[in-house]
């Protein structure tokens, strides 16, 4: 059985950074993609970074471009998020999800696995 965990979310003040990690469990092999989304109250989920785990190719919402890189640790099988100059409209619940299509629209409905959420508040 597949499973999902994420963990590191937290409250940070505008400028700080945060690292959010995902360890993913019950996967056979690492032809898949993993991502990061978000969603904050009232707003429809947006994707924020992806990485298909076998060749590391990552993809990421032009709102992050610069501040977040996602990344893997491949003996821990695990993929992180670390979040820099964090801004207020980046609170959000955060999600990790796999098995989705890795490109640059970042759609959530591709994604077949999710997470439970890890919240993150930056306040300014």
């Known amino acids: 059985q597949v499973q999902l965990m994420e963990s590191g979310g937290g409250s940070v003040q505008a400028g700080g950074s945060l690292r959010l990690s995902c360890a993913a469990s019950g996967y056979a092999h690492s032809n898949y993609c993993m991502g990061w989304f978000r969603q904050a109250p009232g707003k429809e989920r947006e994707g924020v970074a992806a990485i298909f785990r076998s060749s590391s190719t990552t993809f990421y919402a032009d709102s992050v471009k610069g501040r977040f890189t996602i990344a893997q640790d491949n003996t821990k099988d695990a993929v992180h998020l670390q979040m820099a100059s964090l801004k207020p409209e980046d609170t959000a619940m955060y999600y990790c999800?796999?098995?989705?299509?890795?490109?640059?629209?970042?759609?959530?409905?591709?994604?077949?696995?999710w997470g439970q959420g890890t919240q993150v508040t930056v306040s300014s």
């Open positions: 999800a796999a098995r989705g299509f890795c490109d640059p629209r970042l759609l959530a409905r591709s994604f077949v696995d």
